[in-house]
């Protein structure tokens, strides 16, 4: 079958992680006789560079006019003096509203094979770690009201958190959806005793639960969650939660893996459409070295291909193509723990070479 990607490389180990992700997805095509049309568009800082804003009108048609968009990192130290408005993560969240993703998945599991890189105590980790987590991308704190006023002490500054009932609703339904799929449990994580947007969250929630009488519903405060995803990760399946709670929280689970280089994040609206991308930023600090982690970015392309290309095998094929260079002992300098590894590109060709030889 024929599918239009458009692929955004950004800034950073943005194009590295993208390259590697192609030679993947270049295997899928060959393996089982797709036509993937791949084009690149510039986002973020590239961006800016050459036309002056982070997302240019034509990146955004490109990318409505795709099945799906594969992004790798935006941002740098290079443009980290510019007004918000101009600054390249600016343009990942234009895009975001710009495409009507209004849900953020992000599942954080951890390997059997790397359960030894986990910062967990061992008897946990040994527990598991296989939680989703469901976050509202398109309103709340990052997208309210914001600015400068003078106050009782001089200038402050202020941000404002804002949610419809409509938009937790939509966002409720995805995470019970989820759970049905899975262990069935959701845990709904606000901030009641203090918000008033989370009091409106957590009715809501309760309202959207009754529609699924076997999923069990677990209210959580954001504090207690934080600490009980050091605590016990193994009792969380589904994590629903607000943007900002589940920006932090997202990063937070991500360490419980090993490194922030092996999730996938998936972004999705009403259709079909999604943007895929590793959780990760662009990590300038290691950028242009050949030693970023691909496993994110490649996990992303696999969630791509099962969630807007319906190609539920080819996205199998890759999750396990990715388990048996693990198992194989190959490891990217971040999981390696001070032993051998092996580069970005080097990584992304076992993985590929994994899939043809399914
Ligand atoms: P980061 O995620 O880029 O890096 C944090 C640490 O993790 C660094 O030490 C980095 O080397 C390491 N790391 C990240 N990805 C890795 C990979 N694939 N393999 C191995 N190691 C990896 O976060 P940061 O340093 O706080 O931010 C850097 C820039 O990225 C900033 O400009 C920030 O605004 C931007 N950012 C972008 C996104 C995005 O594009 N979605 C997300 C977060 C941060």
């Known amino acids: 079958m024929d599918f239009h990607i458009t692929l955004l490389p950004g800034d950073g180990v943005?194009?590295?992680?993208?390259?590697?992700a192609t030679t993947v997805l270049t295997a899928v095509e060959k393996k089982f006789g797709h036509n993937f049309h791949m084009q690149s568009r510039d986002i973020g800082g590239?961006?800016?560079?050459?036309?002056?804003?982070?997302l240019p009108k034509e990146t955004l048609?490109?990318?409505?006019?795709?099945?799906?968009v594969l992004l790798g990192a935006v941002g740098g130290p290079k443009w980290d003096g510019l007004k918000?408005?101009?600054?390249?993560?600016?343009?990942?969240?234009s895009?975001?509203?710009?495409?009507?993703?209004?849900?953020?998945?992000?599942?954080?599991a951890l390997h059997e094979e790397l359960i030894s890189s986990s910062p967990l105590r061992q008897d946990i980790a040994k527990r598991g770690v296989n939680i989703m987590i469901v976050r509202e991308l398109t309103g709340g704190i990052y997208f309210g009201e914001r600015g400068y006023r003078d106050g009782a002490f001089g200038q402050e500054a202020y941000d404002t958190e804002?949610?419809?009932?409509?938009?937790?609703?939509?966002?409720?339904?995805?995470?019970?959806?989820?759970?049905?799929?899975?262990?069935?449990?959701?845990?709904?994580?606000?901030?009641?005793?203090?918000?008033?947007?989370?009091?409106?969250?957590?009715?809501?929630?309760?309202r959207v639960a009754k529609g699924y009488p076997e999923?069990?519903?677990?209210?959580?405060?954001?504090?207690?969650?934080?600490?009980?995803?050091?605590?016990?990760?193994?009792?969380?399946?589904?994590?629903?939660?607000?943007?900002?709670?589940?920006?932090?929280?997202?990063?937070?689970?991500?360490?419980?893996?090993?490194?922030?280089?092996?999730?996938?994040?998936?972004?999705?609206?009403?259709?079909?459409?999604?943007?895929?991308?590793?959780?990760?930023?662009?990590?300038?600090?290691?950028a242009g070295n050949d030693e970023a982690n691909p496993i994110a970015t490649v996990l992303a392309s696999a969630m791509m291909l099962s969630t807007s290309l319906k190609?539920?095998?080819?996205?199998?094929?890759?999750?396990?193509?990715?388990?048996?260079?693990?198992?194989?002992?190959?490891?990217?300098?971040?999981?390696?723990?001070?032993?051998?590894?092996?580069?970005?590109s080097r990584m992304a060709e076992e993985i590929a070479l994994a899939v043809l030889n399914r």
């Open 61 to 68: 048609d490109a990318c409505k006019q795709s099945d799906a």
């Open 215 to 286: 999923v069990e519903l677990e209210n959580m405060l954001v504090d207690n969650c934080a600490m009980q995803l050091i605590k016990e990760p193994s009792r969380f399946d589904v994590i629903l939660t607000n943007n900002m709670f589940g920006d932090i929280l997202s990063d937070e689970a991500s360490m419980l893996t090993g490194s922030i280089g092996l999730l996938p994040s998936s972004s999705l609206g009403a259709g079909n459409m999604g943007l895929y991308e590793p959780i990760h930023g662009s990590a300038p600090d290691i």
């Open 14 to 20: 943005g194009p590295e992680i993208i390259d590697a």
């Open 46 to 54: 590239v961006a800016i560079d050459t036309t002056g804003v982070p």
């Open 95 to 108: 895009l975001r509203s710009g495409l009507g993703l209004f849900a953020n998945l992000r599942p954080i």
């Open 84 to 93: 918000a408005h101009l600054r390249p993560e600016r343009g990942l969240l």
């Open 311 to 344: 190609l539920v095998n080819e996205a199998f094929a890759v999750e396990c193509a990715v388990h048996k260079v693990l198992a194989k002992g190959l490891r990217t300098k971040d999981i390696a723990g001070g032993k051998k590894h092996v580069s970005c």
């Open 162 to 206: 804002v949610y419809s009932i409509n938009e937790v609703e939509r966002i409720a339904k995805i995470a019970f959806e989820i759970a049905m799929g899975r262990n069935k449990k959701v845990t709904s994580v606000d901030k009641a005793n203090v918000l008033e947007t989370s009091r409106l969250w957590r009715a809501t929630v309760e």
